[in-house]
């Protein structure tokens, strides 16, 4: 590894101001000096975990030793924390100074002690719960940036807000996003050049996709990347250095795609490269996933579903590598890239390592996005096969469901075979660790599709697809849903060995120097392999299911390992019966930390109750629960579960009692009597008639399932 290369470029760079030339007309931002700076997230030291993925090359491979496959034996429960949001947990913590950074679902913020577990400050920004509305994958919150001597949180109503280090009170706070009706924040800002970065969710609303940096000190914002053309008719001027970009982005676009936003946005992966000054981001899908829904054709729809550079002071373009080409399937390329130096066919390549949604892994020039390679690292039948020159991906005819006019049970679904659970790199192995989904999903456009004020924007036809009533169709379905961790070769572009797990969405993964790969699993097992052969070295039973990465920081010479806890996310909100193929779903959100020689115990586990379905009787006409079904597909199955079974975060509304009373229905959904609890007003999209015809729908499901459970 050429990390002392790495970081003389680093230096080298630190000292020339601005990468542009006419472009780089804009206030020159002074990075910080004392705290963390730029240097110290380039050659983070090895008790340190600086920044979401470690150091700026993002590998979350940690050189520490004092735990590895002899020791880890002994590794034991050193410390807890109880978190006191039941939601997803994607946190990455950050340690610097003997200090842990964490955030929990809702945004919030926790400092603790790294060696003791004491609570030194927290902050709850207060996100209103009616944000969930807008939110597509629950209330998730992936990390902190920490730079200078602040701490930066974005919250899921799009505040980017910066906290002193030492106490947790607000230096500054500054709405990131454009509106408050499309778009959340849930990813990690990043830091570097005296900016704060941080984009958007909200591909699945009416979001146009970008990348804002913030000077760190003030929050005043510096530049903004737009992943998307906006209306031509207005010109491209208001772009900046970016305009000839969005001139030939427009020309990959039909209809009027500005419309609805287009999507593309930057919800997860950013990585500062210190050896080019480069800015590398992954975009999301394009915006409605069904091309027909907003006429934009069979364009390739820039620059969605890719991977783009631009210049880290001025935010100018300087290259982009589509991926996905006219997305329709939801395969955003927001999983974390990797920045790293290997020899591929006897020369060193500064590479950039990604493994997105499509199923793809993809290794680029870092430095100009040239194609290198790309294989299949998890089935797929989207794709027949990637252009050996350009790098880019062939369509399967059947793919293109708005088309055909058929449902497209497409491999991988919009879980994607790989998404933000974030995957390791070990120079020691060479080898890239990745949690992979095999999750299949039906698309099937809706010929009908109007846009509507609120909820989910993607043109699917998601009634007509939704699991049917049928114990053996669910049992097919569950036994070809599977997840994975592989070790992947990226010169071979193979796989070195696999885990098999029962189930998909299982957590990030940690690579050591003491040939070790940690990774907790949606069944609640926090497990530790051999990085060389995948054997199983050790286990801790987290008594919930395990979605985020764990990290390793030392304190005092004593070398920890701390995992976020708490099972949740998009996967349990929408998959239905398959929810829970990895075993019972429960949320216990907490922070989990292990050294050596420790013996610590968790409380014991609340007992898991068996609900039993009593509904009542079937009252409605056949005819109101059929339009339900659509109605509650379209605007409830986002949250409350394909088919309307949850999994373990929110209400099932097939036990639901107000399911039983028409006015109770009434109230929750038109009048938003449950709003302080997320559970929003769908006045502007339902009528009365509407909420009844769901509330049929949801007593004709309760019924069902009641039938099935019985014959099981
Ligand atoms: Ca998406």
């Known amino acids: 590894?050429?990390?002392?290369?790495?970081?003389?470029?680093?230096?080298?760079?630190?000292?020339?101001?601005?990468?542009?030339?006419?472009?780089?007309?804009?206030?020159?931002?002074?990075?910080?000096?004392?705290?963390?700076?730029?240097?110290?997230i380039a050659a983070a030291a090895g008790g340190e975990w600086l920044?979401?993925?470690?150091?700026?090359?993002?590998?979350?491979?940690?050189?520490?030793?004092?735990?590895?496959?002899?020791?880890?034996?002994?590794?034991?429960?050193?410390?807890?924390?109880?978190?006191?949001?039941?939601?997803?947990?994607?946190?990455?913590?950050?340690?610097?100074?003997?200090?842990?950074?964490?955030?929990?679902?809702?945004?919030?913020?926790?400092?603790?002690?790294?060696?003791?577990?004491?609570?030194?400050?927290?902050?709850?920004?207060?996100?209103?719960?009616?944000?969930?509305?807008?939110?597509?994958?629950?209330?998730?919150?992936?990390?902190?940036?920490?730079?200078?001597?602040?701490?930066?949180?974005?919250?899921?109503?799009?505040?980017?807000?910066?906290?002193?280090?030492?106490?947790?009170?607000?230096?500054?706070?500054?709405?990131?996003?454009?509106?408050?009706?499309?778009?959340?924040?849930?990813?990690?800002?990043?830091?570097?050049?005296?900016?704060?970065?941080?984009?958007?969710?909200?591909?699945?609303?009416?979001?146009?996709g970008y990348l804002a940096a913030f000077d760190w000190a003030s929050g005043k914002e510096v530049w903004r990347f737009n992943t998307v053309p906006g209306d031509p008719a207005k010109g491209f001027d208001g772009e900046g250095p970016n305009a000839k970009a969005m001139v030939a982005a427009a020309k990959t676009w039909g209809g009027e795609w500005w419309k609805l936003g287009g999507g593309g946005t930057v919800w997860d992966s950013i990585v500062y490269d210190p050896q080019t000054n480069l800015v590398l981001f992954g975009t999301g899908n394009a915006e409605p996933w069904n091309?027909?829904?907003?006429?934009?054709?069979?364009?390739?729809?820039?620059?969605?579903?890719?991977?783009?550079?631009?210049?880290?002071?001025?935010?100018?373009?300087?290259?982009?590598?589509?991926?996905?080409?006219?997305?329709?399937?939801?395969?955003?390329?927001?999983?974390?890239?990797?920045?790293?130096?290997?020899?591929?066919?006897?020369q060193q390549r500064h590479v950039a390592l990604h493994a997105p949604k499509n199923g793809y892994f993809y290794v680029?020039?870092?430095?100009?996005?040239?194609?290198?390679?790309?294989?299949?690292?998890?089935?797929?039948?989207?794709?027949?096969?990637?252009?050996?020159?350009?790098?880019?991906?062939r369509i399967a005819p059947q793919a293109r469901y708005e088309q055909t006019g058929e449902a497209f049970i497409g491999l991988p679904g919009a879980i994607g075979a790989h998404s933000w659970q974030s995957m390791s790199f070990s120079p020691a192995t060479g080898l890239v660790y990745i949690p992979t989904n095999r999750a299949a999903q039906a698309y099937l456009a809706d010929k009908e599709w109007k846009e509507s004020d609120i909820g989910y924007q993607v043109g699917l036809d998601t009634g007509k697809t939704a699991m049917p009533a049928d114990n053996a169709i669910r049992k097919s379905f569950a036994s070809q849903t599977t997840g994975s961790l592989?070790?992947?070769?990226?010169?071979?572009?193979?796989?070195?060995?696999?885990?098999?797990?029962?189930?998909?969405?299982?957590?990030?993964?940690?690579?050591?120097?003491?040939?070790?790969?940690?990774?907790?699993?949606?069944?609640?097992?926090?497990?530790?392999?051999?990085?060389?052969s995948g054997g199983k070295l050790w286990s801790f039973p987290a008594q919930t299911g395990i979605v985020a990465a764990p990290m390793t920081y030392t304190v005092a010479g004593e070398q920890y390992v701390a995992v976020l806890v708490g099972w949740g996310g998009v996967w349990d909100l929408v998959a239905g019966t398959l929810a829970g193929k990895s075993g019972p779903v429960r949320n216990i959100s907490r922070l989990l930390v292990f050294k050596l020689g420790a013996n610590g115990k968790l409380p014991p586990p609340p007992p898991l109750s068996k609900m039993v379905l009593d509904p009542p009787l079937v009252t409605g006409k056949p005819e109101q629960a059929a339009r339900g079904s659509g109605l509650y597909a379209r605007y409830c199955s986002v949250c409350h579960g394909d088919a309307a079974v949850a999994g373990g975060l929110v209400p099932d509304l097939r036990h639901s009692s107000a399911i039983g009373y028409p006015e109770t229905m009434k109230s929750i959904v038109i009048d938003g009597a449950l709003q302080h609890t997320g559970m929003v007003s769908f006045a502007?999209?339902?009528?009365?008639?509407d909420a009844e015809a769901i509330r049929h729908y949801l007593i004709k499901r309760a019924n069902e399932d009641a039938k099935l459970d019985a014959r099981k």
Not at 386 to 393: L, Q, S
Request: charged share 20%.
């Open 364 to 393: 680029l020039d870092a430095k100009t996005g040239a194609f290198l390679s790309a294989r299949p690292f998890a089935e797929m039948n989207w794709s027949t096969g990637i252009d050996p020159t350009t790098g880019k991906a």
């Open 486 to 532: 592989v070790a992947w070769d990226p010169v071979k572009q193979a796989a070195a060995w696999t885990v098999p797990y029962p189930g998909p969405w299982n957590g990030g993964t940690l690579a050591t120097a003491g040939n070790l790969v940690f990774q907790g699993t949606a069944k609640g097992d926090f497990t530790a392999y051999n990085a060389k």
């Open 51 to 208: 920044t979401y993925g470690r150091d700026y090359n993002e590998q979350r491979f940690s050189p520490l030793t004092q735990i590895d496959e002899a020791t880890v034996g002994k590794l034991g429960l050193a410390w807890f924390a109880d978190l006191d949001t039941a939601r997803g947990q994607e946190a990455t913590p950050l340690v610097h100074a003997g200090v842990l950074y964490v955030t929990s679902a809702w945004s919030k913020v926790y400092a603790y002690d790294a060696a003791s577990g004491a609570l030194k400050w927290s902050y709850d920004p207060k996100v209103p719960r009616q944000t969930l509305v807008r939110a597509c994958c629950d209330a998730v919150n992936r990390g902190v940036a920490l730079y200078g001597d602040k701490v930066y949180v974005g919250t899921l109503d799009g505040r980017l807000v910066a906290l002193n280090q030492n106490d947790g009170k607000v230096a500054w706070s500054k709405m990131a996003v454009p509106d408050q009706k499309n778009y959340t924040i849930t990813g990690a800002p990043r830091a570097a050049k005296g900016l704060i970065l941080i984009g958007s969710g909200g591909s699945e609303y009416k979001a146009r």
């Open 291 to 346: 091309p027909n829904a907003n006429d934009r054709g069979q364009g390739d729809a820039l620059y969605t579903g890719s991977i783009v550079a631009v210049d880290a002071d001025t935010g100018a373009y300087r290259w982009h590598f589509q991926e996905t080409p006219e997305d329709r399937w939801d395969y955003d390329s927001n999983a974390p890239i990797i920045l790293a130096d290997i020899e591929i066919g006897g």
């Open 684 to 689: 502007t999209a339902l009528r009365p008639a």
């Open 1 to 40: 590894m050429r990390i002392g290369l790495a970081i003389a470029a680093a230096l080298a760079l630190a000292g020339c101001s601005m990468g542009g030339e006419a472009e780089g007309n804009r206030a020159a931002v002074t990075p910080p000096t004392e705290g963390v700076t730029d240097a110290m």
